[in-house]
């Protein structure tokens, strides 16, 4: 059975960094695309980043700059690193993997809360 379990939200002030990881399980880890999606109050979710299974990166054009992924395929793990937080980067983080043979699976998420 696959699980993704998110980790690492919390409240921070603009300007702040954050880390969130997903620990996965379950699942030939290195052979999914990995990626952090997001879903703010009143909006659909988004992509805000993903990596595939040969490390490729692809950003939101709103994070580009600011927000790292990166995995470890060792531990089984994908971490997104954030930095220069702002309030509009307030949402649930969900961690998200995808492989197109066996389809996506999903996390229940993790709330970033960016205000001062």
């Not at 979710?45 to 600011?66: D, H, M, N, Q, W």
Request: one cysteine or more.
């Amino acid at each position: 059975q696959v699980q993704l379990v998110e980790s690492g939200g919390g409240l921070v002030q603009p300007g702040e960094s954050l880390r969130l990881s997903c620990a996965a399980s379950g699942m030939i880890f290195n052979s999914y695309q990995m990626a952090w999606y997001r879903q703010a109050p009143g909006k659909e979710r988004e992509l805000v980043a993903l990596i595939t299974s040969t490390f490729r990166t692809t950003y939101a054009i709103s994070v580009k700059g600011r927000f790292t992924i990166s995995r470890d395929n060792v531990k089984d793990t994908v971490t997104l690193d954030m930095n220069n937080l702002k309030p509009e980067d307030t949402a649930v983080y969900y961690c998200n993997a995808m492989r197109f043979t066996t389809g996506e699976y999903w996390g229940r998420g993790t709330q970033v809360t960016v205000s001062s």
